[in-house]
């Protein structure tokens, strides 16, 4: 008789390691299920963060959000070359954006460039002096200082068998790329009007960029 509190007993704990086990088992599914969730997040994630870099390099690659304003009239702008400057054009590219027209100039070498933009009446080619045909009713000369020649830089020039243009331009017409001559590398932006426009240095890799205001 004396037995049968210990056989009840015995049963009772029993019931509740089973009991205690399948809550364990169910926790266990959860933590798997969790885990499971978890694995999933940084595909999403690392998608977004791929978007947001992307965008990023975009916005980079033409330009910045920390610029000088636009002046209030179109006079010259001028910029020193580092000391050390060596630099060759290597890639222009224009597009048209939200009141303004951008025209960005790639620079490869040692340094940073300088540079002296303003408007001419006549645009001329460095050395010989040969007047250079350019579209459009203004005409801005981009002369940019502390430039070698490919074989100091080791940098391939651009070079272009016609003017460049964007369809998507309002303002400019066309860029015409001259030569480098004695330390110094020109190109000529056509534009509709005499337009206020800013000149900015962007780095890594150097980019020096001519925005011109829409005429309209």
Do not use: N
Request: net charge negative; hydrophobic share 40%.
């Amino acid at each position: 008789m004396s037995l049968r509190p210990r056989a009840v007993l015995t049963a009772a704990l029993a019931s509740s390691f089973v009991a205690a086990s399948l809550i364990a088992g169910c926790a266990g599914d959860a933590d798997t299920d969790t885990a499971s969730s978890t694995e999933l997040t940084p595909e999403v994630s690392s998608g977004a963060t791929e978007s947001g870099t992307q965008s990023e390099a975009d916005t980079a690659d033409d330009g910045s959000t920390d610029v000088p304003s636009f002046p209030g009239d179109a006079e010259p702008d001028t910029a020193e070359a580092s000391a050390d400057a060596r630099v060759t054009v290597s890639d222009i590219r224009v597009g048209g954006h939200d009141g303004f027209d951008r025209v960005v100039l790639e620079i490869g070498g040692e340094g940073t460039p300088g540079w002296d933009v303003r408007h001419v009446d006549q645009p001329s080619s460095q050395g010989k002096g040969d007047p250079v045909e350019v579209a459009g009713d203004a005409v801005l000369q981009v002369t940019l200082t502390g430039a070698g020649y490919p074989y100091d830089t080791g940098v391939e020039e651009y070079s272009a068998a016609a003017p460049l243009s964007a369809p998507d331009a309002d303002t400019v017409t066309e860029v015409v790329f001259d030569a480098t001559y004695e330390g110094t590398t020109v190109a000529f932006v056509g534009t509709t009007a005499r337009a206020p426009f800013r000149v900015y240095l962007l780095e890594a890799p150097t980019r020096v960029v001519l925005e011109v205001a829409h005429a309209g």
